[in-house]
Every structure is written in C-alpha cells, then in structure tokens.
C-alpha cells in the first residue's frame, strides 16, 4: 500500500464549478500535511498546508481527518488558471529524519 | 533571490556515461535534497542533506552519489547511467530540521533521458 494515496484523476470541470480532491495516509503518526501544486512540466509549488481546526485560503478550503486518516481540498469557483496537478503530501519520521512523502498526484482540468 | 537552480535542464546520455546534476539555492537553507518523479508515482527522495557536511540516503539511493559542497550547493551523480534512471530529477532546500515551517521549496527540474 502506497503510504500517501490519490486519486489520479483527471477531473474536468466548467469554470465556476466546485470540486473537491482527497487523499489518504497510512502513517497515524504524521504530523505535517501539505497541498503542492504543480503546473505541467513545472517544479511543485506549496498551495497550502493542513490544520487539524481547518484552514481556508481565498477559494481553496483543506480540511484534516485524523481519524480516518484522510485530508481533502476544495476549490470554490474554479479558474482556468487552476488546472494543474495537485499533490497530497504528508510528513513521515523515521531514521532520526523527518521527511516528506508525495503523492502521485491528482490532475484538475478546468474549462471554459 | 533565484531560489533554487538546477542545471542542466536536459540531458541525454548513453548507457554507461557519467554525469553530474547541479543544484544551488540562496535562501540559507540548511536542507537540500534530491528527488526524482515518474509518472504515476509521485516525487521519491534520492538522497537528502539536512545540514552542510552530511548527506543520508533516501528511498531510492541504488545507483546514486551525492555531494553537499558547501551550505548552497548539493550535486547529484549518476556514475554508470542506466535507461531505469531516465526520469525527472529535483533538488529542493528548506529550512533547518524541526522547525514549525517545513516548505520544500523547488528547483525547476532536470529531463533525464537515457538511452
């Protein structure tokens, strides 16, 4: 089982639309969550990181379920400029070294 | 304030040849890494830096050598190139270790291909 899972997508949706994205981790000791964004045959770039309480920014509202051990990311409004891939990324402490673990990612299509 | 350069940003080589991946940030980081994606498996740590005179494996180190020249600087070396190793290669520095702000912050990225 891969320790940080997505679906693949892609979702493709009209501009204005709301969509949402999860994810799941298998480590129940991660402490740190992320949403990266990564534009086509570009570098990641850090969208968001993950609150236990929630944490919104402008359209874009990511939400953690320790419990279920799952993290999500909604977008309200979707641009155009929003279709990008979108990687899940959580934290994992093993070998004295606390390091980040990628997910596959999940690619968003918005059009007109 | 460039961030995080990497050079070269393609390359192509036959089995067998050597090469070095270049990486410099300006950020002061204490961290830098090297990571490589392929398509459906997400970004996979080669090997990592967490502070100037160390470096520690990571998940995918087979076939890999690294070199932290000095705080800004972190090269990756492919000694014997092989077709599997064709991916993209990125380098990312953050700051030190345990701190509350862990962003990763990226270079642009080497397209490796080997043949």
């Known amino acids: 089982r891969k320790e940080v899972e997505q679906d693949p997508g892609p979702f493709n949706v009209p501009e204005g639309a709301t969509v949402a994205f999860n994810c799941t981790y298998s480590?129940?000791?991660?402490?740190?969550f992320f949403w990266y964004r990564q534009d086509c045959r570009k570098e990641p770039k850090l969208l968001m990181s993950v609150y236990s309480s929630g944490n919104e920014d402008g359209r874009f509202t990511a939400q953690l379920n320790r419990a279920s051990q799952y993290i999500s990311l909604l977008i309200r409004d979707s641009k155009l400029s929003d279709s990008a891939t979108y990687l899940c990324v959580v934290n994992s402490f093993s070998g004295g070294y606390n390091k980040l673990i990628f997910g596959a990612g999940t690619r968003l299509a918005v059009h007109p | 304030n460039a961030g995080v350069t990497q050079t070269p940003k393609f390359q192509v080589l036959k089995t067998g040849q050597s090469m070095t991946l270049q990486c410099a940030q300006d950020m002061n980081h204490n961290s830098m890494y090297w990571y490589r994606q392929d398509p459906g498996m997400g970004l996979r740590l080669i090997y990592y830096?967490?502070?100037?005179?160390?470096?520690d494996k990571g998940e995918v180190p087979n076939g890999y050598n690294v070199s932290r020249l000095n705080k800004r600087e972190f090269s990756l070396r492919l000694e014997s190139a092989a077709p599997s190793q064709t991916s993209v290669y990125f380098c990312a520095s953050s700051e030190a270790q345990g701190t509350a702000s862990y962003e990763q912050y990226f270079g642009p990225g080497t397209r490796l291909t080997v043949t």
């Open positions: 480590n129940s000791a991660s402490q740190s």
């Open positions: 830096s967490a502070s100037e005179g160390t470096t």
